[in-house]
Nanobody, 126 residues
Framework: QVQVVESGGGLVQAGGSLRLSCTTF????????MAWFRQAPGKEREGVSC????????YYADAVKGRFTISRDNAKNTLYLQMNTLKPEDTAMYYC???????????????????WGQGTRVTVSS
């Protein structure tokens, strides 16, 4: 049974940092691109960042570029998102997604991902 489990969300003040983690079970983690999506209240879900199967390529949405860093540890089947200099507009539910492919081509297209977590909530206060 495939499981995708996010953790690390919480409440933080603007300018602060959080580190999200995503651990997978029951899937071949090290041959898939992995991504983070987020959905703010009243908005559609959007792609935040993607990392290729071996960590060789990373991609970021313009809104988070320079502040967020995606990484992965294939030995631990775990994906990370280090979020620095957080802003109130980063408030959202953050989802981890396991890709159908090894690369991040068109990474914000949800159909490229097969397995999703339940999300972890991030709230940034001003």
């Amino acid at each position: 049974q495939v499981q995708v489990v996010e953790s690390g969300g919480g409440l933080v003040q603007a300018g602060g940092s959080l580190r999200l983690s995503c651990t997978t079970f029951g899937l071949t983690f090290d041959d898939r691109a992995m991504a983070w999506f987020r959905q703010a209240p009243g908005k559609e879900r959007e792609g935040v960042s993607c990392i290729s199967w071996n960590g060789g390529s990373t991609y970021y949405a313009d809104a988070v570029k320079g502040r967020f860093t995606i990484s992965r540890d294939n030995a631990k089947n775990t994906l990370y998102l280090q979020m620095n200099t957080l802003k109130p507009e980063d408030t959202a539910m953050y989802y981890c997604a396991a890709g159908r492919f090894t690369d991040c081509f068109d990474y914000s297209r949800e159909s490229r991902y097969r397995d999703w977590g339940q999300g972890t909530r991030v709230t940034v206060s001003s």
